[in-house]
């Protein structure tokens, strides 16, 4: 069997410690990877006490959060409008 040399890899863990004792933790960078835009951000929603209402039945319906609910009507609107889109493009 062929032997696989793995390089010293080390935990975040380790490099937090590090970090937290104040030590330098460069050496565990390449600076070859680019920065990445957070994939999730927080917005603020105002709803009517009526709408409120109907998330949170829904979601004791589906046994999911009111977020979850949320996600998947924005998810479901948005593929309509595309949807829809599309179909005035190609007019069909």
Known sequence: MKKILKKNVVSAEKIAKEAGQGKDISRYFTNKGKMMPP?????????TR???KELDDAAEE???SR???IKLL???????HYL???AKKYGT
């Open 39 to 47: 994939a999730i951000q927080r917005v603020n929603l105002d709803v």
């Open 50 to 52: 009526d709408m409120l």
């Open 62 to 64: 589906l046994n999911v």
């Open 67 to 69: 977020q979850a609910v």
């Open 74 to 80: 924005v998810r479901q609107a948005l593929n309509q």
């Open 84 to 86: 829809a889109q599309k």
